[in-house]
């Protein structure tokens, strides 16, 4: 449950970057945060659309599907790319990577009829089973583009800070995905996109970029505490 004092909180935490900041229309909130993922999100729902992963799985368009991954990919600073073998897509440069198999699994995890944690523990198991890396950041953050109304992308470090800044203790996340952590995580983002509702908060789009200027500013508080220390002395913040 999102709290008057989580939201006051959060909220004090996003003001230490940017003072002045009464919602998410604030003119450099939104440069540095919103306007680049929002592109993203449009320029994804268009080239991972269900109809696009289907004409390129039925053409058997494999590089052409992994090549639009790498290129979205690419479009934003979310995801860690520095050492292509093992960042965020070390996936799709894995040796022993079946193409017609992991965009048929994307296609799935994307488009399936089943609730998303369901799809992400499928997808999950699939990486698994074939040892091919397996982290949160990669299929959460497509995920997020296609559906930011309601998908949440997910980096560990922040994401466990989240968890315990609202109270949550049963709920590590940890690698590999699983649908029950995604799902409880979901479930706490939504409660705030609706808290957040009076800052003008709309989707996850809004809601993961507070979380995330919010989380980098009680890192910065709390300099080199562990994510366990940064939360016992962040909560509640002071306001």
């Known amino acids: 449950m ?23 229309a604030h ?15 449009a320029k994804a729902q268009a080239q991972l659309s269900r109809q696009a992963l289907d004409d390129l799985i039925a053409a058997e368009a494999f590089d052409d599907c992994l090549a639009r991954l790498e290129r979205l990919g690419n479009d934003t600073n979310l995801l860690w790319r520095r050492v292509p073998s093992a960042g965020d897509t070390a996936v799709l440069n894995h040796p022993h990577l079946d193409k017609a198999t992991f ?13 998303a ?16 890396p397996n982290g949160w950041p990669f299929p959460t953050y497509f995920l997020f583009l296609l559906h930011p109304e309601t998908e949440l992308f ?9 968890l ?8 590590t996340v940890t690698t590999p995905p699983t649908a029950d952590t995604y799902a409880r995580l979901r479930e706490h983002a939504r409660d705030l996109l609706a808290a957040l509702a009076e800052f003008g908060a709309q989707d996850l789009i809004d809601v993961q ?7 980098r500013e009680s890192r910065a508080r709390a300099g080199r505490l562990d994510a366990r220390g940064q939360v016992e002395l962040e909560i509640p913040p002071a306001s």
């Open 2 to 24: 999102i709290t008057d004092q989580h939201l006051a909180g959060l909220v004090d935490l996003v003001r230490q970057r940017y003072p002045d900041w009464e919602d998410v």
């Open 27 to 41: 003119p450099g909130f939104a440069a540095d945060e919103l306007a680049y993922k929002r592109a993203a999100a």
């Open 103 to 115: 965009c048929t699994q994307l296609r799935n995890l994307l488009h399936g009829d089943r609730p």
């Open 117 to 132: 944690p369901q799809r992400l523990q499928s997808f999950s198991d699939y990486l698994a089973s074939h040892d091919l």
């Open 154 to 162: 997910v980096k560990p470090r922040a994401a466990h800070w989240f």
């Open 164 to 171: 315990r800044y609202v109270g949550e203790t049963a709920v």
């Open 209 to 215: 970029s507070i979380l995330w200027v919010a989380h």
